[in-house]
Structures are given as C-alpha cells and as structure tokens.
C-alpha cells in the first residue's frame, strides 16, 4: 500500500475527528493521564499539538495511523523539543516509513530533539533504526489513595 503522511490544520480537525479518534483511543487506555477530549482539546480548542496522519494514497478516506507532536523547550535539551505521543493506528510500518517527513518538521522548527513520550516498549527495535535512543523510562507511584486501592 502506497501511504503518505500529512499535518492536519487544526480548522480540519472536526472533519475527520470521527476516523481519528479511534485510533487515538488505544493511546488514552487505563494507564494513560491523557483523554480523547484532552487530545481533542489541545488539537483544536487550544492548539497546543498538531495531529499527524498517515493514509492511502489510493483512498484518502482511509486513515491508518494518526500522532500527535507538540515542540516543547527543556533545560536538559537547551532548547526546543519536538514531542511525539499518542501514536496509534493499524500499521506501525506506514508511519515509520514517514518518520524523516516529521524529523524535517523538527529541523525546520529549530528543534535540536525529538522524542517519543510514552511510547511502548516494542517499539524500541524500530525506533532505534531511526536514530532515536532510550535514554529512560516512566516510572509512576499512586498517592492519596487508601492503601488498598494501589
């Protein structure tokens, strides 16, 4: 399948949310500190992320992947990162075969990193490939609730 991928405008985000959306959703599960009306909030409402798609050339209606990136500034970097988080979709390949279309964005940006937030373990292998490292992982810890209940 032939795919390209494609920055949507945030005036856009309305008119294809309904295919988006589902594919976003497995980003959001129980473990996740972000929601599908979060994500739809920092696209359109606050414009805070831009969404990245990937779809069929041969049929525009077919969205198989979607991402969201937001450039954010860090000390440790010493200057603008572009974020990449909630990655969801049908075929990982479609998108990793798009990932210097979004690493020229970066540059283009004047980011000096990339990185993926949260991204799954697995990914690890193909990731590496592209040139990005694991430098850490999350680590989280439940407070405020009864000792039972973590």
């Not at 985000?13 to 909030?41: C, G, M, Q």
């Not at 940006?109 to 937030?117: H, L």
């Not at 999350?138 to 000792?147: N, P």
Request: hydrophobic letters at 35%.
């Amino acid at each position: 399948m032939e795919t390209s991928i494609s920055a949507i405008a945030p005036e856009n985000i309305i008119k294809i949310w309904h295919k988006v959306a589902p594919l976003l959703e497995k980003a959001t599960d129980k473990d996740s500190i972000i929601t599908l009306e979060d994500i739809f909030n920092q696209l359109y409402t606050y414009n805070t992320a831009l969404l990245w798609i990937v779809w069929d050339k041969k049929n525009t209606d077919t969205i198989i992947s979607a991402m969201l990136t937001s450039i954010l500034g860090t000390k440790e970097s010493g200057g603008p990162v572009l974020t990449m988080y909630c990655l969801g979709g049908t075929d990982k390949g479609s998108w990793l075969k798009h990932f210097n279309f979004v690493e020229k964005y970066a540059i283009d940006n004047d980011c000096n990193e990339m990185r993926v937030i949260d991204g799954r373990k697995g990914w690890e292998k193909d990731f590496k490939k592209l040139g990005l490292n694991t430098i850490r992982y999350t680590y989280s810890k439940k407070i405020g609730l009864e000792k039972n209940e973590n």
